[in-house]
C-alpha cells in the first residue's frame, strides 16, 4: 500500500511539472541538466564561469511556475564530470535541449554563459525565441588588464583551495558583489564549497574556442534583453552596452544594487524581468 501511494505521489507531481534530473551523453562525456514546468514557452538557463547552476536555486520555483524550465552544469561544474578531451560547448548547449525535447527556446545566459548563449543563436537562430544576457561575455570581445588583474587577485587562493578567501576577495572587489549583500556571499560560499572543482577544473578545461561572434550580431534577428548590475566592472559594462549596438533592437537595462552576481544578490526581481521579457518579447 505505501509503495503504491508513493508511486501515485511521483506521479502527481511529475504531471503536475515537478523537477526532474537526468545526464545526457555528449561527446566523451555526460551532462547533468534538470527540467521542470509545463508552460507553452521554454526557458534554458546558463550558468556562468564561477559557480554551477545551483545558482539558480532561488529563481528556479519562480520560472518553473509558467514555463518549461531546462538548468544545467556545465562540464567540469557541478555534477557534470570534467571533459578528458577537447569537446564544443554550443554542441553540449544542443544536446541537452535535445534531451529535454526542447526544438526552440529562450536561453538565458549569464556571463560566459551569455556569450554562450549569443554563439547558439548565431549558429542555430531558427531554436532561439529569446536572448537574455546578464553580465554577458562576448566572443570577440577582448578582456583588459584591469579586468584580468582583479580576477587574479580574486582567484589567487583558490590554488591552496581556500575558497573562504575567495569569495571575500570578490566581496571586497565591489563588482562580483554589490556590498552589503550577505545572503548572496554566504550562498556562493556555500556552492564553492559543495563543488570546488568548479573554479578548478578551469585550468585545465580542454573547451574548444570558436571565432569571434562580433561580426554576426548585427544580423540576429532575435528578441535580447540585455541585464547589467550597477556595480559590474567596467569590462562587462562595455560589453553590455557593444552587444546593445550590435544586436538589432535589443535592450539594455541596468539593475541598482547589483554586481556581476545578481542572480545571487536578486534572484526574484531577475526571474521577474525574465518570465516578463520571454512572455511579452520586448
Given at each position: 500500500?505505501?509503495?503504491?501511494?508513493?508511486?501515485?505521489?511521483?506521479?502527481?507531481?511529475?504531471?503536475?511539472?515537478?523537477?526532474?534530473?537526468?545526464?545526457?551523453?555528449?561527446?566523451?562525456?555526460?551532462?547533468?541538466?534538470?527540467?521542470?514546468?509545463?508552460?507553452?514557452?521554454?526557458?534554458?538557463?546558463?550558468?556562468?564561469?564561477?559557480?554551477?547552476?545551483?545558482?539558480?536555486?532561488?529563481?528556479?520555483?519562480?520560472?518553473?511556475?509558467?514555463?518549461?524550465?531546462?538548468?544545467?552544469?556545465?562540464?567540469?561544474?557541478?555534477?557534470?564530470?570534467?571533459?578528458?578531451?577537447?569537446?564544443?560547448?554550443?554542441?553540449?548547449?544542443?544536446?541537452?535541449?535535445?534531451?529535454?525535447?526542447?526544438?526552440?527556446?529562450?536561453?538565458?545566459?549569464?556571463?560566459?554563459?551569455?556569450?554562450?548563449?549569443?554563439?547558439?543563436?548565431?549558429?542555430?537562430?531558427?531554436?532561439?525565441?529569446?536572448?537574455?544576457?546578464?553580465?554577458?561575455?562576448?566572443?570577440?570581445?577582448?578582456?583588459?588588464?584591469?579586468?584580468?588583474?582583479?580576477?587574479?587577485?580574486?582567484?589567487?587562493?583558490?590554488?591552496?583551495?581556500?575558497?573562504?578567501?575567495?569569495?571575500?576577495?570578490?566581496?571586497?572587489?565591489?563588482?562580483?558583489?554589490?556590498?552589503?549583500?550577505?545572503?548572496?556571499?554566504?550562498?556562493?560560499?556555500?556552492?564553492?564549497?559543495?563543488?570546488?572543482?568548479?573554479?578548478?577544473?578551469?585550468?585545465?578545461?580542454?573547451?574548444?574556442?570558436?571565432?569571434?561572434?562580433?561580426?554576426?550580431?548585427?544580423?540576429?534577428?532575435?528578441?535580447?534583453?540585455?541585464?547589467?548590475?550597477?556595480?559590474?566592472?567596467?569590462?562587462?559594462?562595455a560589453t553590455s552596452g557593444a552587444a546593445q549596438a550590435l544586436i538589432p533592437g535589443s535592450r539594455r537595462i541596468v539593475i541598482d544594487d547589483a554586481g556581476h552576481l545578481m542572480q545571487l544578490e536578486h534572484p526574484k526581481e531577475v526571474a521577474d524581468l525574465?518570465?516578463?521579457?520571454?512572455?511579452?518579447?520586448?
Open positions: 500500500m505505501i509503495g503504491r501511494m508513493m508511486v501515485l505521489a511521483c506521479s502527481l507531481a511529475l504531471m503536475a511539472g515537478a523537477a526532474r534530473a537526468e545526464m545526457v551523453d555528449v561527446d566523451g562525456g555526460q551532462i547533468y541538466y534538470e527540467t521542470c514546468g509545463k508552460g507553452a514557452q521554454a526557458i534554458v538557463l546558463i550558468h556562468d564561469g564561477v559557480i554551477n547552476s545551483a545558482s539558480f536555486d532561488d529563481m528556479w520555483p519562480i520560472l518553473c511556475r509558467d514555463f518549461r524550465v531546462v538548468r544545467y552544469d556545465r562540464r567540469g561544474y557541478g555534477r557534470s564530470p570534467a571533459a578528458k578531451a577537447p569537446y564544443s560547448a554550443q554542441d553540449d548547449l544542443a544536446a541537452v535541449m535535445a534531451a529535454a525535447k526542447m526544438d526552440h527556446a529562450s536561453l538565458v545566459g549569464f556571463s560566459f554563459g551569455g556569450g554562450l548563449a549569443v554563439s547558439y543563436a548565431v549558429r542555430h537562430p531558427d531554436q532561439v525565441d529569446r536572448l537574455v544576457l546578464s553580465g554577458t561575455v562576448l566572443n570577440g570581445f577582448q578582456p583588459t588588464k584591469n579586468f584580468g588583474d582583479h580576477v587574479t587577485r580574486i582567484m589567487m587562493p583558490m590554488i591552496i583551495g581556500d575558497m573562504d578567501s575567495v569569495v571575500a576577495n570578490a566581496e571586497k572587489s565591489g563588482w562580483v558583489m554589490a556590498p552589503g549583500h550577505a545572503e548572496a556571499k554566504a550562498r556562493a560560499l556555500a556552492i564553492l564549497k559543495a563543488s570546488p572543482q568548479d573554479l578548478r577544473h578551469q585550468m585545465r578545461d580542454p573547451i574548444k574556442g570558436w571565432t569571434s561572434d562580433l561580426p554576426h550580431l548585427s544580423s540576429l534577428q532575435v528578441p535580447t534583453l540585455i541585464m547589467t548590475g550597477d556595480h559590474d566592472i567596467a569590462d562587462n559594462q525574465i518570465a516578463d521579457f520571454v512572455r511579452k518579447g520586448r
